[in-house]
């Protein structure tokens, strides 16, 4: 394996764990049923569909523009990801770190449009935590594990490259 894919072995990972565990979900908890609650009901493991972006931003569009914004731009920035990873142009522009960080974002990317092509344009998801009232919310938004990856990748990425522009003078 060339040096330049093996990012996407991360890619890889995070898609299977991300299906394997929604999969889970369908198949033992029914549709908007809780299946497991844990620490007096602080992380519960639910069955949710989300027809939208985070937050359920979206879910009031139309077919058309759903397609478009949530399967036609991910893939498009997907496919544009994944040329950075893999690209000779911008090597030595990019740190190891980030290219991995990129690789997260992909996966995470590719495993909820799984969902959008193949379940109606609706994304499983099924971890719940209470906030309670914190924020006006008593459960924060259902999220996955391809939710995760993107934000701990995007958290990551935003930190190395902010903190390297005093390093290496971007």
């Known amino acids: 394996m060339t040096k330049r894919l093996r990012p996407f072995v991360l890619s890889a990972a995070i898609i299977l764990v991300d299906q394997l565990t929604k999969a889970w979900i369908v198949a033992t908890?029914?549709?908007?049923?809780?299946?497991?609650?844990f620490l007096g009901g602080f992380l519960r493991i639910i069955?949710?569909?989300?027809?939208?972006?985070?937050?359920?931003?979206g879910s009031s569009l139309d077919i058309p523009v759903k397609i478009a914004l949530f399967i036609v731009l991910p893939i498009a920035l997907v496919?544009?990801?994944?040329?950075l990873i893999v690209s000779k142009h911008h090597e030595g522009q990019l740190s190891r770190l980030e290219v991995w960080c990129l690789a997260g974002i992909v996966g995470g990317g590719v495993g909820n449009l799984v969902d959008r092509l193949f379940r109606s344009l609706r994304v499983v998801d099924w971890i719940s935590v209470r906030m309670y009232g914190l924020l006006g919310m008593e459960y924060f938004p259902t999220w996955n594990i391809a939710d995760a990856a993107v934000v701990c990748s995007v958290v990551l990425l935003a930190f190395s490259l902010l903190s390297a522009r005093g390093g290496r003078g971007r």
């Open 29 to 37: 908890i029914p549709e908007d049923g809780v299946g497991y609650s």
């Open 47 to 57: 069955h949710v569909r989300n027809d939208a972006v985070a937050f359920s931003l």
């Open 79 to 83: 496919s544009f990801l994944s040329y």
